[in-house]
């Protein structure tokens, strides 16, 4: 007899695997050291409107996925639906997602937000809106409430360096939350020498921001340093930068200022160019992460707006990503070295988009620890399209062959709905049953503190110790 659909043991194929999720992996706290939830909306403790808005809003997985299915953008992300209609055409395109991680990530949101345990189709689409709407209306649903039912620990958001950072100060300032929110300097923009009207924009919004006239290449940098310096004194200890990959090119500061002074111009870095100018800010920026003790995260592979059409419609992060079969091991090689033999590494999280790329980051990860902080260099998890089973096994496994499982810093969300915290339960259950699995084959002792251990400490442990970000008491 089939199995109920998502039962309380789903994933979990061992008494080991069962054990060690019910007893030790489904009690711990999150620790989202990096996602892309709105701060504003954390500040002001939203309120959602309804079940769309919070659900479908921004959700790109899902806009994908309906895109698939046939259903006409006006649905999608079009101002003439109502909010209604957009939640009607996800429940008739539920039933299509079998096998897709959104099937179960769905039903579990309905499940352990709303208590809703019913299939998501046409039919039922109505008492699942009119419950999760009655539920959505009290104060336990509001940003606020969803953090602190969820034990959220930490978030980490994504940041440009010349954001105010208003909201976070508002948060720390209002002593409402449990939860610590911290920024994570994100300077996507300072790569753009290629389009001088996005980069000349953005280096005079910096300018403003750090007070500092940036004229030449060496205000640039003190611009930006003075910006890290703002991000660590609200509590920040983490960068981010989305790259295709690290570019393969050395940069003279003569030539970084070169193509400053021509950005400014108003004239276009040439390919070659901005590969020089990434390569020179980026080993700037990982000697400011070094200096103020921070951990740098390279997120590194994503084709990014592939579709012209809907990027001048929607714009970025619109759901026409996808994965790029970039060269990454020599320039990676290079930089990571370039670092540390001026001592000046900081620790870093990993994270590739190719799959073919696991067994090149975790091995490469082992180039570069030096003893100074346990698992310094960090192969992250499985990210955007790999953060479903199969891809997150990948990582497991890869990370559990070449390097330490035990040092890993575990799960994040990278998402920007306050519903898609059960993606850790999913990895929780993921990890379980691999450990389980290995224990019962007799591949790894049946030591039920050391595996207790195991599991505290990639669920949680690690990053609380790795990041030092501070808690609440």
């Not at 930490?154 to 976070?168: I, K, M, Q, R, Y």
Request: some cysteine; charged content about 25%; hydrophobic content about 40%.
């Amino acid at each position: 007899m089939p199995a109920p659909f998502l039962h309380e043991d789903f994933l979990l194929t061992t008494e080991t695997a069962r054990r060690l999720y019910h007893e030790v992996a489904k009690t711990q706290p999150i620790y989202d050291y990096h996602c892309h939830l709105p701060p504003d909306q954390i500040a002001a403790n939203k309120q959602f409107r309804n079940l769309a808005e919070i659900w479908l809003g921004g959700d790109h997985y899902k806009w994908r996925a309906l895109r698939s299915a046939g259903v006409n953008e006006d649905l999608i992300t079009g101002a003439g639906s109502s909010d209604y209609d957009k939640f009607l055409a996800y429940c008739r395109v539920v039933p299509q997602l079998v096998r897709n991680p959104l099937h179960h990530w769905s039903h579990l949101e309905l499940r352990r937000y709303f208590g809703i345990d019913l299939l998501i189709n046409e039919a039922n689409a109505p008492k699942i809106w009119e419950q999760a709407n009655a539920k959505l209306a009290t104060p336990e649903f509001t940003t606020h409430g969803i953090l602190t039912s969820n034990k959220v620990e930490v978030v980490c958001t994504t940041d440009d360096p010349a954001d105010s950072l208003e909201h976070h100060v508002a948060i720390a300032k209002s002593g409402q939350l449990r939860t610590r929110v911290y920024p994570t300097f994100r300077a996507d923009k300072l790569m753009a020498v290629g389009a001088p009207a996005v980069f000349n924009a953005w280096c005079d919004q910096l300018a403003a921001r750090a007070d500092v006239e940036v004229k030449s290449l060496d205000t640039l940098l003190e611009a930006l340093d003075k910006r890290h310096a703002f991000f660590h004194s609200v509590g920040g200890r983490l960068s981010d930068h989305g790259l295709e990959n690290l570019p393969d090119a050395d940069c003279t500061e003569a030539e970084a200022k070169a193509i400053f002074e021509q950005t400014r111009a108003g004239r276009a870095a040439t390919p070659e160019q901005t590969a020089k100018w990434v390569w020179y800010v980026m080993l700037f920026l990982g000697r400011l992460d070094a200096k103020r003790g921070w951990t740098k995260q390279l997120h590194l592979g994503a084709l990014r707006n592939n579709n012209s059409r809907l990027l001048k419609r929607l714009g970025a992060d619109a759901g026409v990503d996808s994965i790029g079969d970039f060269p990454q091991a020599r320039a990676l090689s290079r930089y990571l070295d370039a670092l540390d033999r001026d001592n000046e590494l900081p620790k870093i999280v990993l994270y590739n988009l190719n799959p073919a790329d696991n067994y090149v980051f975790a091995t490469m990860i082992g180039n570069f620890q030096d003893g100074s902080v346990a698992g310094k260099i960090q192969f992250g998890s499985g990210w955007w399209f790999l953060d479903q089973k199969e891809g997150m096994e990948w990582q497991i496994n890869a990370l559990s062959s070449l390097g330490l499982l035990s040092k890993f810093v575990g799960m994040l969300t990278d998402s920007r709905s306050f519903l898609s915290y059960p993606r850790h339960e999913y990895f929780r259950r993921i990890l379980c049953k691999l450990v389980g699995e290995d224990v019962e084959a007799g591949l790894v002792p049946d030591d039920a503190a050391a595996l207790d251990a195991l599991v505290r400490d990639i669920c949680f442990g690690n990053a609380k110790g790795f990041f030092g970000l501070e808690l609440a008491k």
